[in-house]
């Protein structure tokens, strides 16, 4: 029999090796499961998807940026090893003996920290122009950096990431040298059951018995769901899809943190080939972008003077197992060699707050700094 590793270090140790080999990989862990799944792509070259109605991926994992058609790109890495539960000696030393893949030339952007001052004056701006009629809602986001090497530390970062959140989309992917790691708690659309899931999710607040009940909700953050949940009852029923499920609003729990939610349920068979159209329509929602998502989208590349890359893309497995499991990208950060990049943000309405946005921030942000300080 050969020599088994125990349980989790086997894959920990796993993912380790793709990391120092710099190896095309994601691992990931679906809400409420126990086990952690880990594909790796043999080779350096990564499949780029165009438009993805005429080329969604069969099998692997895909990575999908918020900004799909305007430079950022959507790869899918291919899962030639499908590593589970626990890595033989055999399976490691397969790993092993992939030569290391070459990142040279590779130009990483390192961009400026987002200032709370200058935060707060693009809310009131944004306030403003809701007023004069421009809009009804724009999500900002802001970064914030986090220096020091962490690349050594990721497997457990992404070991952390599991144990604190259960109920979480945790993922860990390294493409072309980039490495990207979260726990993000919004589906975006799921295989359930036979079924296809998808979600409006909104509001942020400190988790409590008291914000578990939705009768305690402001207004502003309760309008911010309706928002997504209108947009998405559009686009299904753009797309005939008439007999779909609502449940909801809901609220649920993401770690220390809770959200409203509302819950659309509708059958395979009823988005049948004109699924990949559904994503790229569903993609922006309000959630990430703001109501009327062209005018919004424009003002967020015009405003925010970051590039989100993958932050409020989406992504995840397609075809593992038969299934197609796909989450927004949020509570998420890009490492660099010297630095993590945290990406957060917010909508803002009519009645929003500015320091009240900033402090929502802030305690988004704590999601990942709170299991970094476990694991340095």
């Known amino acids: 029999m050969q020599d088994v590793l125990k349980h989790k270090d086997s894959l920990l140790k796993a993912v380790q090796v793709c990391l120092d080999k710099k190896l095309n990989f994601a691992a990931y862990r679906l809400p409420r499961a126990e086990g952690i799944t880990l594909i790796i792509q043999r080779d350096q070259e990564l499949k780029e998807l165009g438009d993805l109605d005429r080329n969604f991926p069969e099998k692997g994992f895909l990575i999908s940026p918020f900004l799909r058609k305007k430079g950022e790109k959507t790869y899918l890495i291919r899962s ?57 809602k724009v999500v900002l986001s802001r970064i914030r950096c986090i220096m020091g090497r962490y690349s050594s ?15 979480a989309f945790v993922y860990l992917f390294c493409a072309n040298g980039n490495c990207w790691t979260g726990a993000t708690p919004e589906p975006f659309i799921c295989d359930m059951d036979d079924e296809l899931c998808t979600v409006s ?4 607040r400190p988790y409590s018995g008291e914000n578990m009940n939705v009768r305690n909700w402001k207004p502003k953050e309760l309008l911010e769901l309706d928002f997504v949940t209108r947009h998405i009852e559009k686009v299904l029923l753009d797309f005939s899809i008439t007999s779909f499920k609502k449940k909801g609003p809901n609220t649920v729990r ?15 068979q009823s988005a049948g080939a004109k699924l990949p159209s559904l994503i790229s329509a569903l993609h922006p929602t309000p959630a990430v972008c703001g109501m009327d998502s062209g005018k919004a989208m424009d003002f967020i590349r015009q405003t925010e003077r970051h590039s989100r890359e993958y932050y409020s893309g989406f992504l995840g497995p397609v075809g593992i197992d038969g299934l197609m ?52």
């Open 80 to 136: 030639d090893f499908i590593l589970r539960d626990v890595v033989t000696a055999r399976q490691l030393q397969e790993l092993v003996s992939i030569p290391a893949f070459s990142v040279n030339g590779i130009v990483k952007q390192y961009p400026e920290e987002t200032g709370k001052e200058h935060y707060i004056l693009q809310i009131k701006d944004i306030v403003n122009r809701i007023m004069a009629g421009e809009f009804e």
């Open 153 to 167: 530390r990721l497997s457990g970062i992404f070991n952390r990431l599991c144990m604190s959140y259960p109920d």
């Open 201 to 204: 999710l909104a509001g942020t």
């Open 254 to 268: 993401a770690g220390n943190l809770s959200h409203l939610r509302t819950d659309f349920t509708f059958s395979v």
């Open 325 to 376: 499991q796909l989450y927004t990208n949020l509570r998420c950060m890009r490492v660099l060699d010297d630095r993590l990049i945290l990406f957060v943000g917010g909508g803002i309405t009519r009645d929003s707050v500015p320091d009240e946005e900033w402090e929502e921030t802030e305690i988004k942000a704590d999601t990942l700094l709170s299991v970094l300080h476990q694991v340095v």
